[in-house]
């Protein structure tokens, strides 16, 4: 018989059995891997969503692997949801503009979790990173007053409850990746640490359009029992050394015990009745004109130096780091002369009071004592901080 005569007869037997091959595998049989990407590209990168898109088409080789992408563009049509998968690209409009607002995040990833049940999934934040709480510009919200970033803590608890939601599903959230600029500080990775299984980010610039993405989903559909932490690595190993400066991974589950191993590290130094502030330290990421980034253990080596203080905490806390924390660490080959040094995460180091007091309802700043330390180093009302090199 023709393949045109078989056809209907195996429709039929299809759906004598309860749905075809697509609806057995959405509705019954999760996805080995699902990718979700945000682009809320309304800004100038909007010239790199379409190579982006491209590039992640031609890695969806896998039937059992499937990208989402919500991407706002600077036109005024709305936003738009893309699902690749290996038989090709799907589009469909989305009404409003606010890329910016967590509710139209937590809207898209819901839509991911409902339509997309997966085993492994891995959440992408593609877009620019501002201050130390911003992150994904939208330059035309589409209405007045509405927001031009993420805000980092509100963007946390989404992505934490819709983790918990896809992990009663069965799945797991096995990477969350903010490839944005500076999003690498200790206090954001802390902030979301329910994320996902593992939690990458940068230091400091991050380049665009990127091009990892085509050999990253080819190893995902080839690995279906792949975790996070290989998914991330792979994503180090493919990415051309002008896209990044450092990418580093830490566990989610070693973040829940920051506090208690941080701590110990903060009091020596707060005992101190004059605390001397370091010096000859250059910020991996600034956002003028009042905030600075500082590798984290840079940053405290100096200060336990400066200030002869004993460093036995602070080694118990830099082996945990190093065995415990981090879970993966690259700095990009052309960048090591600058970067060869830093520990993978930075302390947000303000030029003022005002700067730091922005961000009081931070976890980490409720608990530990990492604000007070950071604001006795502040300099008086009125004095400017010198240093810090200016990164976009």
């Not at 503009?97 to 339509?115: C, K, M, N, P």
């Not at 990746?177 to 990458?200: P, S, T, W």
């Not at 002869?308 to 660490?329: I, Y």
């Not at 180091?349 to 730091?356: H, K, V, W």
Request: hydrophobic residues 40%; charged residues 25%.
């Amino acid at each position: 018989m023709s393949r045109r005569t078989l056809a209907p007869l195996a429709l039929v037997a299809a759906l004598l059995l309860g749905g075809g091959a697509r609806a057995e595998q959405t509705a019954t049989k999760p996805w080995d891997w699902v990718l979700v990407y945000y682009m809320a590209y309304d800004n100038n990168l909007e010239p790199c969503g379409r190579p982006i898109l491209d590039m992640l088409g031609k890695g969806v080789k896998s039937p059992r692997l499937v990208v989402t992408c919500q991407a706002d563009f600077t036109d005024n049509e709305g936003m738009r949801r893309y699902t690749i998968t290996h038989e090709g690209e799907k589009v469909e409009a989305v009404p409003g503009e606010g890329s910016a607002e967590e509710e139209t995040l937590r809207d898209y990833l819901e839509w991911v979790r409902l339509t997309f049940p997966g085993r492994r999934l891995a959440l992408i934040f593609l877009n620019h990173g501002g201050k130390l709480g911003e992150m994904s510009l939208d330059e035309n919200p589409g209405r007045e007053g509405g927001q031009n970033w993420l805000e980092v803590h509100e963007t946390s608890r989404v992505v934490a409850a819709w983790r918990e939601a896809v992990k009663k599903d069965g799945g797991e959230v096995e990477l969350l990746f903010l490839q944005q600029c500076g999003k690498g500080a200790l206090e954001n990775y802390h902030a979301f640490r329910d994320g996902g299984r593992v939690i990458m980010a940068s230091q400091t610039v991050v380049g665009a359009p990127n091009y990892y993405y085509e050999k990253a989903l080819r190893w995902a559909g080839q690995h279906p029992e792949g975790t996070g932490e290989e998914l991330a690595a792979k994503i180090r190993e493919f990415e051309p050394a002008n896209m990044f400066t450092t990418y580093t991974a830490m566990r989610g589950a070693a973040l829940e015990e920051l506090p208690a191993r941080l701590e110990p590290v903060l009091a020596p130094l707060l005992k101190k009745e004059q605390l001397a502030a370091p010096t000859g330290l250059r910020s991996c990421f600034d956002q003028p004109p009042d905030e600075l980034f500082i590798d984290g253990l840079a940053l405290l080596e100096a200060l336990y130096t400066q200030n002869e203080v004993d460093r036995a905490p602070l080694d118990a806390f830099a082996a945990w780091v190093r065995d415990e924390l981090l879970c993966g660490h690259r700095v990009s080959p052309a960048r090591e002369r600058v970067a060869s040094s830093w520990c993978g995460f930075s302390i947000y180091l303000p030029r003022s009071r005002r700067a730091l007091e922005r961000y009081s309802h931070y976890p980490i700043y409720r608990e530990t004592r990492l604000d007070d330390l950071v604001g006795r180093l502040l300099p008086p009302p009125g004095a400017q901080r010198a240093g810090g090199r200016r990164a976009r």
